[in-house]
């Protein structure tokens, strides 16, 4: 069992900068790939960036690619999502998932409860 807990999120200003993490406990973090998804209101969950376990290859959605890099710390069993020229259309719920499958559209087998970020004009 892998327990995972968001924490980050907040308001910002459009063009500004945050950065999330999720933190695991349980089971050994680094053998789980690791993804950041996010909700709006309204809107389907989708997918927003994603590592591999070694940390070498890592994915991201094209409405966030090179604006979101994704990390992991192995040490402190945390990935990190570090938001850069955030814009309003990123507000939403962002939920952090951890699985051993990889690829567009696998299942995840461990979810956060989610932290929100708002993006103001």
């Known amino acids: 069992q892998v327990q995972l807990v968001e924490s980050g999120g907040g308001l910002v200003q459009a063009g500004g900068s945050l950065r999330l993490s999720c933190a695991a406990s349980?089971?050994?973090?680094?053998?789980?790939?690791v993804a950041w998804f996010r909700q709006a209101p309204g809107k389907q969950r989708e997918f927003v960036a994603s590592?591999?376990?070694?940390?070498?290859?890592?994915s991201y959605a094209a409405a966030v690619k090179g604006r979101f890099p994704i990390s992991r710390d192995y040490a402190k069993n945390t990935v990190f999502l570090h938001m850069n020229s955030l814009k309003t259309e990123d507000t939403a719920v962002y939920y952090c998932?951890?699985?051993?499958?990889w690829g567009p559209g696998v299942p995840y087998d461990y979810w956060g409860q989610g932290t929100q970020v708002t993006v103001s004009s």
């Open positions: 998932a951890a699985g051993r499958n």
């Open positions: 590592i591999t376990v070694s940390g070498s290859v890592k």
């Open positions: 349980g089971r050994t973090f680094s053998d789980y790939n």
